[in-house]
């Protein structure tokens, strides 16, 4: 959300990137092919080569590498925070707003249910 607002999406972006498949009309082309590849690549789904050529239509193949750099670094502190359930300080909190719509896993031994 943080990083999303740093680079200048919108909330009704921010809001909608969890939305499968995304809406027409809401994103530019060259952002929702950077969404699909970040769903698949975090989701652990094969990059296929549909998938990859996407990219190639609006990126550079050094491009390509940052962005999946991004993504990784992303899921890598994603996967640190879920796994410790980190605390968010107050001005982080501030800065992700009432709503975050990616859902937060389960906490140790709970369900989804109590994480909804």
């Given at each position: 959300?943080?990083?999303?607002r ?8 921010l809001?909608?990137i969890?939305?499968?498949p ?20 975090s ?7 549909e998938?990859?050529a996407?990219?190639?239509e ?9 962005i ?5 670094m ?9 796994t410790?359930h ?5 001005d ?25």
């Amino acid at each position: 959300m943080v990083a999303g607002r740093a680079t200048g999406l919108t909330e009704q972006k921010l809001a909608l990137i969890g939305v499968d498949p995304l809406p027409d009309g809401v994103y530019a082309p060259d952002e929702a092919a950077i969404v699909r590849y970040a769903r698949a690549s975090s989701r652990l789904d094969p990059i296929t080569d549909e998938l990859y050529a996407s990219l190639l239509e609006h990126f550079t193949e050094k491009q390509i590498i940052e962005i999946c750099f991004t993504v990784g670094m992303s899921n890598m502190i994603n996967r640190f925070h879920a796994t410790f359930h980190t605390d968010v300080d107050e001005d982080t909190e501030e800065m992700l707003g009432a709503v975050c719509p990616v859902r937060l896993p389960p906490p140790p031994g709970g369900s989804v249910a109590d994480n909804p």
